[in-house]
């Protein structure tokens, strides 16, 4: 199945994209997307302990089940105000 | 009312958002960019933002205000982009009948924002830049 990632801040600087589409295993969970990426995007292996995640705009845990076609936003620690 | 914009926050605009003649208290809380972080002399400042899920927490937080303080008009705006030292990055200005339930509100509104809403911003020095350390996102809202 299809996700559509967003990378913000220093991972978009790292990845050098804001957007990319990627392919999962259908029923995989964020905790196997988060292997996928470290495999694909090397350079922000050491970030991906303290990224969150965010699917369709909401925060969610490792455990979270994805669907096709779900927007999941990696998001490093935020600093707004 | 909450927004995210890429141009100058105009404060009378925010004030006029929260207009209600039953508010006899309101408060504005403005976050301004700083000329230091530590001892490095910050030069300007750039934000960014996942702005629609920005707005969906935005929106999240002016809910939960308005359901725990007896508060009549909140207005939440952030800009984003390019900013010089002492512009205004944040305004939050909170309607309320007393003055007690506005100042907690807009406290409850500006702690919750820095932990909840995604915004990244980036520091320029003389020698350099970098992105702020922020907070690890809060799961509760």
Known sequence: MRINLKFFGQLRELTGRSDEQ??????AKIEELARVL?????????????????????????EKQLQDGDEVGLLPPISGG | MVELISKKISVDAVLEQ????????????????????????????????????????????????????????????????SLQLGEVSIAIA??????????????FVIDSFKETVPIWKKEYFQDGEGWVEGFKPSLIV
């Open chain 1, 22 to 27: 990627i392919e999962v295993e259908p029923g």
């Open chain 1, 38 to 62: 470290a495999e694909r995007f090397p350079k922000i292996n050491k970030h991906l302990a303290v990224v969150s995640f965010s699917v369709n705009s909401e925060y969610v845990r490792k």
């Open chain 2, 18 to 81: 929260v207009a209600d003649t039953s508010a006899g208290a309101v408060v504005l809380f403005l976050g301004r960019v700083r000329d230091r972080n530590g001892n490095k002399a910050v030069l300007s400042m750039d934000y960014e933002a996942y702005d629609k899920m920005a707005v969906t927490k935005m929106e999240q937080l002016e809910k939960m205000a308005c359901e725990h303080w007896p508060v009549s008009k909140i207005c939440i705006v952030h800009r984003i982009g």
């Open chain 2, 94 to 107: 909170v309607a309320s009948p007393h003055r007690k339930d506005a100042f907690a509100a807009c406290r």
